[in-house]
């Protein structure tokens, strides 16, 4: 008797295992490591042993001069000794570097014996003695008081932020980085001219204490000034300012010469930007920015393969023109083709003026899987659209067709709507956030056109917030907090019962990005027949649990994750009954972003599915 086939949920659980698998397979260069240890161990000129406390031994047993000779087993007896000469005050040195200025040392070498083939041992017993303790830091400025307030503010932050404070143990390190804390800080913002004019470290190492003093020289305080662009051929050099939206006039602040540096680098219009504050023999109340830019060609075209659990294989064309002929609009224009959408669709938009503001029209083709029916559907739109650090606002005009196809389909309809969006992010990191909230809402209000007219209102809400928990601690590495993320999704349209709004305008829900443990799309209103089909009303909520995950000590750039999804949709209120998804997942934080591998199963669907993402939005 044959078998049957696998399910899906089978090859979901053992594309997950499999994902699990390969970490482990990350360990075999360690294992190998080990062994190529092992073998050199076996061809040294001799072996060192450190005894000391924790604090100092790793230390010792890394930065040791000894280390560099220990695998040359030509060395001669002779060098040996010298080697052994030198080691106290090099051990010494290290120590000091660590606030031991007064241990005792003792290094012996035990001779190999006789018959033996194994190398002669090199031991060094510690004692550190007391760690020397910071009993005073002073922390000055040169020049003048600061004649405003936010610079006093500025400077009380460096002394009350001193990162070596009395009572704190001195090292050297902690040393260095106290004094370049305080000096970045004024770099930063203000006074990228900042150095440190003088510092000294007094030590008096019979009574173990240490007396810090700096002194840091802020220098001139700069103000943006004009930008000025560099390399510019094909597009216009106004264009880039206005797209860059530099504060000219405002106080230096690197952070906000980086973000100017980041929206010109994401406009299109370039494939290499670089900003930097002209400080040489210029006005600090007006210091120009300069713009070192490498244009981006006018046309391109660029082609795509991918791979989505909601929509299988993904073919994809995209084109971009950086300046239309006779308007000067940037057009882009894409054709992408997967199991459930064929989509054509292009998009122009202008350069943005002063207040950041840009005008837009689009137009769309596509033909969809919306639950059990075929839409061809078409969308145009035009309106302004403006983009800020957080908030998101545009306005369009928009007219939609959509025509069903399939047992039962609703008829074709067409409906010109006016449409008001607005989002704003609030997160710490714009690519993998850990903290923060985004908020976001679009309000349509209109008409529908065909088969009859009526008036409708269709609105949308979204919500996203990052809730630190306990902070998951490493033997070696820096702490990471686990978070608790909640998001939550609603909408409605508002019409007489009668009205036939094209589908598009309808809501279904379900797949990577909202509910886990359904198909893409696959939850939504059902007719008497059993047929899906959009609803007039979204309900979507979700709880994730996300915690860093540490390895033999050390923190990864691994999360697990625990969740539970739900979500209804439905043509009445009281007709909406949540569909469960719960599951567990990993998060692998990369450098453009998340990428998220989910294992969900679907409480009422009785399915388990696997999700993949990569990236974060909002």
Partial sequence: MPHPPPTPAFWSALLFLSLLFLQGCSLLPRQEADAQAAAAAAQSAFTLAVHAPPAVRPTLERHLDLQRFRLQPDLQPRELTRLLGAADGDARELLATLGYFSPTLTVDLAPTPPGSTAPPTVTLTVEPGPQTQVVEAEVDFAGPPPGNAPARRQHSRIRSGWLLPPGQPFTQTGWDNAKNQGLRQLQTRRHPTA??????????????????????????????GPLRVEGSQRYDPDGARRLARLPTGAEYDEAQLLDAQLRLASSGYYDAVFLTLDTEGTDPLAAPVVAQVREAPLQKLVSGVGLSTDSGARLSLDHTHNRLPVIGWRALSKLSLDRNTKRLGTDWMALPNEGGWRWFSGAQLQRETTGDYEVNSTRMRAGRSQFTDHIDRNYALQIDTARSQGMNAPPSSTALSAQFGWTGRYFNNPTNPTRGHGVAWELGVGTTLRPQRDPFVRLLARWLHYQPLGRVEAAQGPARQSRLAWRAEAGAVLARSSAQLPVTQLFLTGGDTTVRGYGYRAIGARTDNGQLFGGRYLAV????????????????????????????????????????????????????????????????????????RLGFSF
Avoid: N
């Fill in 195 to 224: 150095r440190i004019a003088h510092s000294r470290a007094d030590i008096d190492a019979d009574q173990q204490q240490a007396r810090l003093a700096v002194t840091y020289d802020p220098g001139p305080l700069y103000h943006f």
């Fill in 541 to 612: 909520g979700s709880a994730e649990w996300q915690r860093p995950i540490v390895w033999k000590g050390e923190m990864t750039d691994w999360e697990s994750t625990l969740f539970v999804d739900a979500g209804a949709v439905a043509d009445q209120p009281g007709d909406l009954h949540a569909r469960v998804g719960v599951g567990a997942g990993l998060r692998w934080r990369s450098p453009v972003g998340p990428v998220q591998a989910d294992l969900a199963w679907g409480v009422q669907a009785k399915e388990l599915r696997l999700h993949l």
